[in-house]
């Protein structure tokens, strides 16, 4: 079974970076694409980026377009997510999951058939 890993979060003022870390163990990452999701309390889990097994096709929320990049090394079986310009609205529980599927868009869209197995979450609190 496909595990995943997140870390990276951390606590930064409006306009700072992070850069978070989806590390996979269990079988080979390249199998799978990868999304990024956040959850604020009390509001409903998001789309954040997605992206295909080779790296080729991309999705992004609109509200994270110019901001943040998705990338992914499958030799190193890690999937990363680079925030920059972070603003207090990003503040929230970033998850990662995979899941089989080309259409990254869909998966971004929370798609239940392309999302198999979610991290436990890391927090990320952006302060103003």
């Known amino acids: 079974q496909l595990q995943l890993v997140e870390s990276g979060g951390g606590l930064v003022h409006s306009g700072g970076s992070l850069r978070l870390s989806c590390a996979a163990s269990?079988?080979?990452?390249?199998?799978?694409?990868i999304g990024w999701f956040r959850q604020a309390p009390g509001k409903e889990r998001e789309g954040v980026s997605c992206i295909s097994r080779s790296g080729a096709m991309t999705n992004y929320a609109d509200s994270v377009k110019g901001r943040f990049t998705i990338s992914r090394d499958n030799a190193k079986r890690t999937v990363y997510l680079q925030m920059n310009s972070l603003k207090p609205e990003d503040t929230g529980v970033y998850y990662c999951?995979?899941?089989?599927?080309?259409?990254?868009?869909?998966?971004?869209?929370?798609?239940?058939?392309?999302?198999?197995?979610w991290g436990q979450g890391t927090l990320v609190t952006v302060s103003s």
């Open positions: 269990g079988f080979t990452l390249d199998y799978y694409s």
């Open positions: 999951a995979a899941g089989r599927g080309a259409d990254v868009q869909a998966m971004c869209a929370l798609s239940a058939r392309y999302l198999e197995t």
